[in-house]
């Protein structure tokens, strides 16, 4: 999980450093061959596109580290959390609903991946098979029960 995020990011950032220092020099070049910088929009694009790459290439570089960082054996055993798979019943409807959390960078709710962040994944932290939550979201109140965790150590064995 750690890995592919890594890989995922680092790919994006090759792409980044790329246009970086290949692209954009080009495009400054071009356009300052053009004459007179100070009316040049082409010019200032490229600066302008050129700030952005380099913000977007130190947000990638620290969000990298911060990934590195994350200690998955510290993730409690048979509790929600991080690379957990929770099923759900919801004590109203009796419906079934499977989530995985992952990091904010993987969220997809439509494949039902989503982060301990949401409204879902802030009730469930560090919680067991059987424990009822209440969850609030923007549609209202709903009251589920944990009936299955597969946590990220089940899915290591």
């Known amino acids: 999980m750690q890995f ?12 980044l450093d790329h246009e970086l220092k290949i692209d954009i020099p080009r495009e400054l070049k071009t356009a300052a061959d053009h004459g007179d910088l100070s009316e040049n929009a082409e010019y200032d694009a490229a600066k302008e596109r050129k700030r952005y790459l380099e913000s977007r290439i130190a947000h990638i570089q620290k969000r990298i580290g911060e990934i590195k960082s994350v200690n998955l054996d510290a993730i409690p055993a048979g509790k929600v959390g991080l690379g957990s798979t929770v099923t759900l019943e ?40 059987g424990d009822e939550v209440t ?13 299955k965790i597969v946590t990220i150590h089940d899915k290591k064995s």
């Open 4 to 15: 592919e995020l890594v890989k995922k990011l680092e790919t994006e950032l090759f792409k």
């Open 90 to 129: 919801d004590l109203d409807t009796g419906a079934e609903e499977t989530y995985h959390f992952v990091f904010p960078e993987d969220v997809d709710p439509e494949v039902g991946k989503i982060s301990l962040a949401s409204p879902v994944g802030k009730s469930m932290v560090a919680r067991e098979e």
């Open 135 to 147: 969850v609030v979201t923007p549609k209202g109140r709903r009251s589920l029960e944990i009936i």
